[in-house]
C-alpha cells in the first residue's frame, strides 16, 4: 500500500504572525512530496485578536483555500481547518460549527495569560510550575471533553521554554489524555517543538507511548507559519511514530476520519 505524507497544521498570512501566499506553501508541499496538506488558521475569537484572524475575514480565508484546493487538485489534496484556541466564553460559534474537514483545539492560555508567547515569558517567573502544568493539563481535558474538536493541538505545548515539573508528566497529563480518547480525538505529532527551546517534538516520547498504549490515533503536523517551515521535521516526527509503534495515521474530510498508511 502506497504510503502518504500527511501535514495538516498550518498558518497563513491572515493570522499576522505569518509570510508567505498560499500558492507558495502549497508549491512548497508538492515539492516535498507532501500527500495531503491542511490549513488550519488562528480562529477568529474576541481576545488576543492580534495574532489571530479577523472575524471579517473568515469568509475569505475558507474561500482562498477551497479555490487552492480546486486549483492543485491534481497535484495535492488540500484541506479546510481552523485551529481553535480553548477560551471558555471567548469562542466563536461560528468557528465551532463551520463548514471545514477539521478543528484543532489548542491551548494557549491558562487564565488568559499566552504561558507560549515570548513576549510573556515573565509570566513563569512567580508561578509555581507544576501548578501551571496541573491547570495546562486541566484545561486541554475539559477541550477534549467538550466534543467540539477533532484534533489535539501540540499536548505538550507547556514545555516549550523548558520550565519543566518536578511532578512525572505522564501523572499529570493522565485525565487529559484520557478526554481525548474518550473524545474520539486525534493526537498531532507537531514538530514545531523541534524549532522552540525545547527542542522536542509535541508530545514527548513518554507521552506519545501514553497515547499509543490507549490505542489514541495521530497525525502530523510542522505547524508552518513561514514557507521555510512546510514539512518541517517530518522524518522525525514519523520515526518517533514507528518507534513507539504505530504504522497508520489519520487524516480527514468534512469531520470524517480516514486512515492511511505513513
Known sequence: ?????????????????????????????????????????????????????????MDAYMTDVLNAKERYKNEIEILLGYEVDWLPGHMDERVLHADVDYLIGSVHFIDKWSFDNPEFISG??????????????????????????????????????????????????????????????VLELNAAGLRKPIAEIYPSRALLEEAYALDIPITFASDAHSIEQVGFGYEAASTLAKEVGYTQAVTFKDRDKELVIF
Open 124 to 185: 513563569w517567573e512567580n508561578r509555581d510550575i507544576d501548578e501551571i502544568w496541573k491547570a495546562y493539563f486541566e484545561a486541554t481535558a475539559a477541550m477534549a471533553a467538550s466534543g467540539q474538536f477533532d484534533i489535539a493541538g501540540h499536548l505538550d505545548l507547556i514545555k516549550v521554554f523548558k520550565y519543566l515539573p518536578k511532578q512525572d508528566v505522564r501523572i499529570l497529563a493522565a485525565e487529559a489524555l484520557k478526554a481525548i480518547k474518550t473524545s474520539n480525538m
Open 1 to 57: 500500500m502506497k504510503k502518504t505524507r500527511i501535514d495538516l497544521h498550518n498558518h497563513t498570512t491572515r493570522c499576522n504572525h505569518a509570510e508567505g501566499t498560499i500558492d507558495e506553501y502549497i508549491q512548497r508541499a508538492i515539492g516535498l512530496g507532501i500527500d495531503i496538506y491542511g490549513f488550519s488558521e488562528h480562529a477568529p475569537m474576541d481576545f488576543d485578536e492580534k495574532y489571530r484572524l479577523p472575524l471579517c475575514d
